[in-house]
Structure formats: C-alpha cells, structure tokens
C-alpha cells in the first residue's frame, strides 16, 4: 500500500478537488446515457455511471425524476440525506468499515490520490487522513443505487446524480468493500419501503436548516454553501450539492465555539481547527453568529425533560400566549411558556416566578418536579390563573413585548384573572385549610389556597409538624411537598397595592422629568467590544417622565422610535470621557439583557442625565449611593454575611477601586476596598463571583449574562493596580504593596543568606517578565523556589522603587529626607526623620517601613551575605530616591532608617523581641540544615488522627524517607492505637476546597506530598473502610482493564467566559497506561485520553457542582509540561465507585494496593534536637517557600499561627 498523501492544513479538500467541482470550461449541458472509460494501464482516469452523472463534473445537476433508488425517508433534494442520524438525541453511527483507498483523479488526471475512507451507517467518507476530524466529502449511504466492480481492484459507488470510483490495494479488498456497500446500503432501503419519490419531492430542504447560504472560508478561493441545522454545520461546494445531499463535511457543534474577529467576519472554533467565515454584510454575520449559537445550544441541551413534559397535551402550548413546543418553564407557578414570555417572566422577579429551561436547567429537574408538571399541566394552572381573561386582554404568539409584559403583570403579581378561592379574605381559614389540602393529592386546591393568600409557613399547631411542609412529609405527598418547596417564598398576588406598571417595590419611586437631545447606537445584545465612532451615533429627542425612557426621531415627532422602562434599567455605567467618539457617555443596561449606550458633547450634561436616570430606578432604599461619584451603579443578587443559604437584592455602586454595597433592608454596608481583597474569582455553574477580604466573602450571582461581566470585567480591573504610584498598587491588609510584600516575602525564605543579595543583578528578561506579571496581577502570582532566582526577585524589587511613580518618599518630601542628613546631633536627626515620615501618605509610610524592616533582617546575616547596613544603603539609596548616585545623601538616609529602625518607626519591645526571634529561628533551621544533625529536607508537619480537630493534631518530624506506612504507624503508636487484623488504616491527603480526598499508597513518600500541599489541605490517619471490598473485587476480577459509562465533566474557566456545561455521560476505558474518554459505547475514536501514571484521583466531587450522584471523583492532571487539568467524574453506585477506584490504585501502583505482611517495626523515633530547646513543633504547610514562611510567622506570633490549624 502506498503512503498517504501529507496533510493540508489550508482547506478540507485540494485545489484540485476543488477545481473538479469548478472547471474553468465545463460544458453547460449533460446528456445522459452511457460514456466510454478511458483507461491507461490499470489507470482509470473518468466513469460515467447509468444515471448520468460525471464523477468530474457536478455543475447543473439536477434530481431525475427516473432516478431508480431513493432514500427512503427523503430525496436528494433534501438536507435529510446529510442529516439522517446526527441529530443531538441520535448518537454517531459506529465506523463499519475503514481504510485506505486510490479515489478516481478529477478532470480525467492518471494521478490516483490516495484518501482514507470510512464508512458507516450514514456516509461514505474519504479524508486525507486517518487522523483527520473533517472530512474531505461526505456521501449519504442513502443516496447510493448501486456498487459495482469496474475493472482490476477498482469498484464504482454510482449515486442518483454522481459515480465515485476508488481503486483499492487488491482485489479481495475491492470485493470486501462492494459486498459491505451493497449490504449497508440495502439496509437502509428496506428501513421505509414505504416512501415513494412522490412524497419525497414534496420535501423542502430548506425547511430543516436553521440558515444557510453563501459564505467565504478561509483557505478557499469560491464561497462555500454552508447550512447550519439543529446542533451541526454542513459544508457544501455550492447549492446544487446541497440540494443533492452531498456535501464536503460536518461540524458536530457541541464542540464549537463562536467569536466575531471584525466587522463582515467570524471564526467558528472547534478542538481540531479554526473555520474562519467572512460573511458579505454586518448584519449578515450577525445573522449567522447567532443562528451558530442556538445551533451550540441545541447540541449542549438536553431534550429528555421536554418530551416528558410535553407528553401532557396542555404543555405543549405556551401558557400565557399559546406558541408550540415552549421549552421554559416556571418551576413554582408550574406552568410550560416559550422563550419570549420566559424573558418577560423574569423581570417579574423570583419571588413571582422562576423561570428555568426545560433543555439545559437539567439538574433542576428532579423526578418529583417533572412528575408535578405531567400531573399539573397548564390546563390545571389555567383554571386558576386565567380564569377570567376578558378575550380583548388575552395575547397570542405574535403579541409583542410591551403587550406581553402587560398582560403577565396583571396574571400573576396581581392575581387580576385568578379565581379566587371561597376563603380568600380570610387568613386563619386559608391557612387551616391549606394545612388539611396538604395530606391530601389534591395540588389545584393547594394552589388556589397558596396563591389566594394562605402562608407556606404557617403555624400547623402540631408541635411534630410545624408547618404544611413536614405534614405533607408525613403524609407521603411527594408532590405536595415538591409545590411547597418551589414556593417557600413566592409572594402572592396584590392587586390592590399597585397598578400593572408598577415595579414590585414596597415604596414607589419618586418621578423624575428630563428631556433633551442625546447621542445614540442601537441597542446590543453584547459587550461593547471596540470604540465606538462618531458616525455610530445618531442624534435623538430624549425624554425621561412617568418612569419611561422614551427617544423620538426629533422633537417635534409624537411618536417615539423606542423607549426603556425605568423598572428594567439594571445598571448604569459612566464611561470615561473620551471613551467613543463622542466626549461623554454612559451605558443602560435592562433586565432583557440588552445594552443602550448613549452620547452627550458636554460632561456637564451627561452629568445631568445619569443623575436623572439613577434617581428614577434606583430604590429610595439604596439612595445614599446617589451621592456617590459612581463609575457603575445598579442592582444584582449576592449572598454574604451570615445569610448565606438565600441570594438577596442589593444595590452596588463602584468608585475607583470602592465597592459599596447596600442591601435591600436599606443597610449600608462597609465598602470593600478592590485592591486590598484576598481572593476575586468567578465559581459555580451559574456564574458567581467571588470577593474575599480578611473578615468577610461575598458572593455576586450573574441573573444577567450581559450585565454580569460588565460588572465582572469592572471589578476585575478596579481590584487590579491602575497606575505606577504606591495608592494605586493591589495592597496587603496593612497597605503595603502586594508586589513589594511577596517579594520581600520570597527573599526572606530563600534569600536571606544569598551573598551578594540586591548587589548582584538578576537576568533582565526574566526581571521584567516577572515585574509585568506581578503589576499585571499580583494575586495570581506565586513565587516558588526552583522557578524563580533569588537574583531575579531582588532585581525586580529594586526596579519596581526605581520606576515608581512619585518615588516611595515622593517628590514633596524627598528633598527634606536628604537634608535631615546634614544633622549633626543624632537625636535631632531621628527626631526630623519621624515627623518625616509621619508626612508621607499611610501607603508610603507603611510601604518603607516594610522595607526598612527587611534590609534590617538581611544585614543581621551580613556575615554570609556580606551585605552590610552600609553596603544596602549603596544599592537602596539611588534606587528609592531615584537619583544617578552620585549624591552620597541619598544612602545616608537609608543607613540612618536601617541604623535607627526601632527609634524611627517605633518599634516597641515586644515587636523588638519576636524580630529577634524570627531571626534566631531561620538560622537554627539553616544551621541543623547545614550541620547534618536534620537531615536534609526534614519538616515539621501536622497530622490529624481520624478528622481535623485540635485535640486530635500530632506535629510530626517527616525524614525524605518516611513513606505513608511508616507515617501511619508512628501516629497510631503515639497514640498507642493497636491495629487489629482487617484495621485498614491509612494516611489520607484531605484537599477542603475541593471536598475531596485520596488515600496514600503505602509506599508513597510523605515529603514531596507536603512541598504540594496547599493552605486548605492537610494529613489524616483514618481507617479505610473500603479497602476490604476493593481487595476482593481486584482478586475476583479477570483482566487488568476497567470500562463502563461515568458522568463526566470538566472545569473551565466561566468568563473564557467558558462556564462549563455540567456533567455529561461518557464512556471510559481504564488501561494499564492510559484512560481514554469516548463520546459513546460505539464511538471508534477517544474524545480525550490521559496517561494515567500522571493522574492524581480523590475521592469527592464539591457540592457546589451539584453533582447528579453522590459517588464521585475529582482528577488532577500534570503533564510534562506543567500544563493542569481538573475534571470530574459520577458513578451510579457506590460499587461502581470501589470497582474505578480500586482499578486506578491498582493501575498507578503496580498491582499492590496493600502490603502482604505488614512490619512490624516502626520508623525510628528521631530525637528532639536540642538546640530547638522547649519550641514547639511547628505545623507546615505547603511547598517550601511556604514551609520556611510558616517558621518565620511562628517566631513573630506562635498562638495566630497555631489557631490556624
């Protein structure tokens, strides 16, 4: 067999493939009728088929109605031929037969190429090679009449329209691949013999596609016709193949990923390649990015919810406005409604109705909740809330937004057509009557009760059951229980507190008037990507009165061209001046998830109408904010403090790198300062982010996606360092620089004794590759011994105070600094220094008395660094006073603060005292380190024996030896712990943030386990209860190999914004060296595969992810690379779970998951060193950088370090 050709990475077929389908003479007319193979050799050059179609040329074909076979179930001229078992709910077809073939050379060429070709249910296809995702042309196994042989190893696949001849290596395998076409393709013929042509004629193709049409493909010299159709993307050469069925390829769109690159052009990303599309207009490609990304969804959803509940007849129409097929759902009011009254729906708020989708909310939809819906049903939910419905008020599917709005309002925050229960009026009855409906299956009388009135939490007067919820809990009504749940904090309708356009608030806001001409673009469905151009905007009338936004054409028109409710804005951005082509502007954002930006040429007058807009939708609650110079301002949901269990309404104001928060009770709270926070990341499926400080967390929910990351991407840059200045630099809890603090932090770990320390120079790329990095984002940065130089650190330090902006003694001050050296009298000079320093603004103060405090720990170990007090002040005196150092004053100065640290920046005893400490500590570990009385890389680590709890701690020496056997029995003989046949204790590493944890191997080393533990992950001896199981599952089991489906699911990052999906099913295949992951049973190729010796597997999945079952799995993944992954996996049941694991601890550790016999002697006791005196062990953590920090926080304060444990 010959080699295959060398890949193209410029298109999914050749030039001259291409040229086969375009030739630059072809004639215009085809007759039909038998044509003469022309052959030189064994070289088969052209061959036309019975049908009459040329296998060089597809120009003008048309369908024949004489066509003798047909798909059944569709005609040529349909997209079913390319679609037929790829939809989302039908799995892949398994590859039938597949190998290399010689396919027939375009335009009668004698150069035969040589394609791989696969074939299954559905297509024949041929790529260029086996390993390529894409196919080069794709045949429907439907289209196919008949398969013959035409000559020595050649065969002929003749279609309706077109014949295709490959050439293959010998005649038997010729014959193999006839005989399997023929009998795949009779196959599919004897499925619906029923069809005629007739029918099939009948068929429009273009009633299955999404969208399709012309479009430029980078790579291509002609357009491509590209259809997109339910959850795939089909490339054609151009509209005749696709009315024929044939086309080039697929793309599966579960894997896809789409992004605008500019104007007319998109690129639609997948794992295997980038398809760069260039469509003739704007507002084309918009059209397609869209139709692109309801195809994504579709593959992403799930449509086994809907179809149950749509077995119900009344669920298959919209509830409010009668649309077929509605895939949301409100899951406390239980009712089916479609996409547009979904939107409308959630500007109700949640405590009228939460909307969730029935395709993609799939943990929502629990078998008790959909079971309510198939008994529930519209029908039933529309005796009661529409009952009334005067035929004028009533909407259809065609009704528009503001109708629709109208008419939900007065459905359900009124109750306006709701037939009202006998007892309403009365609350004592309704809520003794709602006790008694509760025990009972009767849900429509529970519903009327609830949603006339009747309290959820009522008082039962049964003290064994409280309230209406555990009464129906006792009485075995799942459903009743389920429709309770959903509606703990429903609030019912109140018509009489408001009119229908009123916003749900307890106080009305107060109407606000403004009017006048502003600058405007179209409203957007997206973030504002690039600046926006004068010629963007156009000029329009504006006017804000009786809590509406209207803009007209001018004004003089009476009729408004669009207008925003002010109950919809939910956040107001002020854009910096000069931000788009118009001097002022600022941004709305509604609850429809849709973005106004507007212009003004005057600051003043933008000044205006925020202030008019903001006054009119904020709450009175929230008003203070009002007096804030706000950058961004608005509403969202968040969680924080000690009411962490619901989400509530808070209102939030940025201002420079302030976030100010007031909650919906009116309570202001502490604004957190951005650059000072601990932690900020985006968690959770639906999009959270996360605010850390040192005494509270606060968790921000994304309801919105578009107004979510503008406030993400704020936020994000607000807690970043915005200038060069110290102020505007991310800072510590005690206002030091975070860049200044980790720096210092390392070198005071690894650096303290480094000779020559800040006088010799670290390499300059790395100096400033580190130096961007950690003004870039100094949080994200760790540095860690082996990675980074001492050198490089040092150096980055030094010109980080050397570029600083405004000096760190600042360009007022400075000058005084330099003349206090003239003082004579050292009393006066210390003195002039103090008030000096009590000048400089708190960040500068703290930040050089940081410093100083370091430089006063380097020249205590002069004699190994040999750097003096005097020869720092050479280094750090031009560097902070940022001079040529030629002027001996600037050094004076720095010897002076170094000389006189505990007079200048009063330094009590006591501070004095765990200085001196902290310094005696790090050289009693160097010098133990150094004499070989420790042995080399020996620490102090806390283990806990059976949970995390204080009393249980033991503070253990770990030799680089020690393995988790050893470590085990030296913590079970302290506590004189005698482990009995069948006790299967082990070491477990324990990772709290994750929620999970993984028994050590009992031959795994212990320390290079603590240099990777991090701040949230400790030791424990415990027994390992299933060690037994796993032990008799590995002896009964045949083979060394574990396969079976698992839910899986993968964590990405939410703001690429790449939330990830949930999980998945999936099937795996555990080796003796690799995990592979298929798509499905039959799938041929591995979606993904891993070497399992670089897999780390712990048992637990965090709670947050929900996952679908309770037996899981969290992986770790490092390559050589230092490139990570972290994924997940669910197992039905707790044996499947024993039954992977086992397998994985049997796979990584050579067969032996426990030993034989086990010895009974124990690790040697070290001695206590008795330099260390009556120090206590000290609990580490971490890598080693961390490690030497905890000893040196010890030394400082020994109970903070201990009450962390």
Partial sequence: MGRPRSLRFNSLFSEDEFGEEHPSAAPAKYELGCCAVCEAGDMLCLCVGKGGGSSWSDRDLSLHPSAPDTFPGSSPGTLSDSMEGTSATTPLSPTIKAGWLDKNPPQGSYIYQKRWVKLDADYLRYFDSEKDTYSKRLIPVSSISRVSSVGDQKFEVVTNNRNFVFRAENDADRNEWIRTLQEIAEERKSKAPERTLMSLATDSATELANKSGFLELRGFKHKLFVVVSEDKVFLYKNAEDYQLGIGITYIEMNVGNVKEVDRRGFDLTTPYRIFSFSADSEQEKEEWVEAMQQSITEALSNSEVAERIWAVESNRFCADCGSPKPDWASINLCVVICKRCAGEHRGLGPGITKVRSLKMDRKVWTEELIELFQQFGNMMANQFWAANVPPSEAISPTSGSQERRRFLIAKYREGKYRHYHPLFGNQEELNRALCVAVTTSDLAETQALLFCGASVTCDTGDPQ?????????????????????????????????????????????????????????????????????????????????DGVLSYYENNRNTVPNGEIRVEEIVCLVNNPLHAHGIESTFEVYTEADRLYLFGLESPDSAREWLKSIAKSFVHPCAEGLLALDFERLGRLHYKGGLTLEHAQEGWFALVGSMLHVCSEDGCRQEPLQLRKLQELSIQGDHEVLVLVERRRTLYIQGERKLDFLGWVHAIQKAAGSSGDTLSEQQLTESDVPLLVDRCIDYITQCGLTSEGIYRKSGQNSKTTSLLEALQRDARRVRLKEGEHQVDDVANTLKRFFRDLGDGLFTRRWAPDWLWATALEDEEAKVGEYRQLLAALPPVNRATLKALINHLFRIQCFSGENQMTTHNLAIVFGPTLFQTDGKDYKAGRVVEDLISHYVEIFNVNDQEMKKQQDEITAIMKMREASSSGTQQAGDFICTVYLEEKKTETEQHVKIPATMTAEELTFEILDRRKIVMKEKDYWSCFEVNEREEAERPLHYSEKVLPILHCLGTESYLVVKKQMSMENMLIYLASRVGDCKHGMMKFREERNLLGLGLSTGFHDRYFILSHSWLRLYKEVRSHKPEKEWPVRNLKVYLGVKKKLRPPTCWGFTVFYENEKHEKQQWYLCCDTQADLREWFATFLQVQNGGALWPLEHPRMRVAQPQQDARLGNISLIPLRGNESEMRNSVAAFATDPLTLLRNV
């Fill in 465 to 545: 059951c409280p309230t209406p919820l555990a009464l129906a809990e006792r009485s075995g009504q799942r459903l009743q229980m389920e429709f309770l749940l959903h509606n703990k904090t429903s609030e019912p309708p109140r018509l009489e507190m408001m009119c229908s356009e009123e916003k749900p608030y307890s106080v009305h806001l107060p109407s606000i008037t403004h009017n006048g001409f502003i600058y405007k673009t179209p409203s957007m469905v997206k973030p504002i990507s690039e600046r926006k151009g004068p010629e963007e905007f156009s000029r329009r009338w504006c006017t804000l009165q």
